[in-house]
């Protein structure tokens, strides 16, 4: 199978993705209203209410942008077992196209997706007063990371859609996602919890990415002095690398084993 024929394949089924978009713009703008209501929710009640609207807000920004990352896994377990709940991902398999083409469509899609909503995230932000005062490179590289941990949250949803098989299913992992979402920094610093609980939020996959786009940015971010807060930038690369090593392979492997 030539590297052109993959290639057709895939951008076949990423239209195809986008295609549901059209067919479903209210579900479309509910995934990007969301964390629009979560900004102007923390941001107003939680920041207004601590009288640090302004500061609070560029603390804010950045944590909210990485959770947002890590809360694309539930929209791609969503489609991935509506796909095979309804047998479509079967009837690909039956078809004369290259197999690869069916996740990697999924993926670029989920991946536009994504950018989409951290540019929609990040404009409410800046009207709300958040600026990036880092360099232009480095404002960059801070989309980069997140985009990073939005790709190792990917290929988690496309394995654990796969292990679920039922869109049901979905509400099960939400249980584990949302509070694992704000065991992080993405709304307070580490500093200002119990010291145990500290630790394990700095350790955190969204906290480390929430840190470093924060360093980046030149936003204000938590007080450091852990070997994990000092070495954020690290963190932000080598989690999402650690979960694709992991995840990717599991998500191939079960996909080959669907016809089994």
Do not use: C
Not at 156 to 167: D, K
Not at 181 to 206: D, I, K, R, Y
Request: glycine share 12%; charged share 10%.
């Amino acid at each position: 199978m030539s590297a052109a024929w993959v290639v057709s394949d895939s951008w076949t089924m990423t239209r195809r993705e986008f295609a549901h978009w059209g067919r479903r713009p209210v579900q479309m703008v509910v995934g990007l209203a969301f964390p629009v209501m979560l900004l102007l929710m923390f941001g107003f009640l939680i920041g207004g209410g601590r009288g640090i609207d302004g500061e609070y807000v560029e603390f804010l920004v950045p944590g909210m942008l990485a959770l947002t990352m890590a809360f694309g896994l539930e929209a791609t377990m969503t489609a991935v077992t509506q796909d095979l709940g309804k047998g479509v991902i079967d009837r690909f398999r039956a078809m004369p196209m290259s197999s690869a083409a069916v996740l990697v469509g999924r993926s670029v899609a989920d991946m536009v997706q994504s950018a989409l909503g951290l540019v929609v995230l990040a404009g409410v932000g800046l009207l709300l007063g958040w600026r990036p005062h880092g360099s232009p490179a480095a404002t960059l590289a801070a989309f980069a990371l997140l985009l990073l941990l939005r790709l190792a949250m990917l290929w988690i949803g496309i394995y654990l859609g796969m292990v679920a098989g039922r869109p049901e299913m979905v509400q099960a992992v939400q249980i584990l996602v949302w509070p694992v979402g704000f065991l992080s920094n993405a709304f307070a610093t580490p500093e200002a919890m119990p010291g145990w609980l500290g630790t394990v939020v700095e350790w955190n996959p969204m906290s480390a990415t929430a840190t470093a786009v924060r360093d980046l940015f030149d936003n204000p971010a938590a007080a450091g002095g852990s070997w994990a807060g000092d070495h954020a930038a690290l963190l932000a690369v080598g989690w999402p690398v650690l979960l694709l090593a992991v995840f990717f392979p599991l998500a191939v492997g079960r996909f080959r084993g669907l016809s089994r």
